[in-house]
């Protein structure tokens, strides 16, 4: 066995099998997970190891303990190729979640040096901001943030992203594809205004992205998105 395995506290173990078994499918949402003595026999631990692993996946928000009946599946991570370019609604389907959003401000503002730079605009230009509540499985998961130049993409101000995401609707009503992206990953501490959108505790740790997207090499929005930290998992292919 890895030495570095042997080095992880029992219940994390536990925690990554249990957390493997619902990723794999063989433990399914609304599923009931073997009780804790039976964990116990199944595995060869403790009763109190056992519960802290419980305990733990239900605090990522993987299971839900229901008084009297038992500790269910939640869900799954959400598996993230970052080989590609990816729409977060097309990747739902795939992973047979549904998916909707939730507009929480559209609304035109002046673009501060930041903003102004990743668009390639000067500062105070006018620009299209779109906040997004994205959700999966009715659990909101990510806050959106995105940026377009109003001169480009006034359009933007009167459709309803919730018959059809802004990606979707770009790519299928404007032949304006997003064929390529600049992104960048940092861990991030929550504040409260995310922590209440994403209905999660204070003091909670996610990951922030930046990304910049393109269409034929031409910048197209800029966005930031954060989540919760324990929500998605990043895969990405290496090939020699």
Known sequence: MNKAFNKIPLYCRLAEIIEEQINSGTLKKGQMIPSERELCKIHNMSRITVRMAIDELVRQGKLEKVQ?????VLSKSIIQNL?????FSKEMD????????????RSIIAADTKIASHLGISEGDQVIFIER??????IAIMLEK????????EFLLNIDFSKKGLYKTLEEDYQIMINRAIETFKATELNPVECRLLNCPKKQYGLLVKRTSYSNDKI???STIVSKGDVFEFTVKLES
Not at 68 to 72: D, I, L, N, P, R
């Open 83 to 87: 080989g590609n370019v990816y729409s």
């Open 220 to 222: 197209v929005c800029y």
């Open 94 to 105: 795939k992973q047979g979640k549904i998916s909707s959003n939730k507009i929480i401000n």
């Open 146 to 153: 995105t940026y377009f130049v109003k001169d480009k993409y």
């Open 133 to 138: 509540l994205r959700c999966a499985e009715d």
């Open 68 to 72: 009297g009946k038992g500790t269910f």
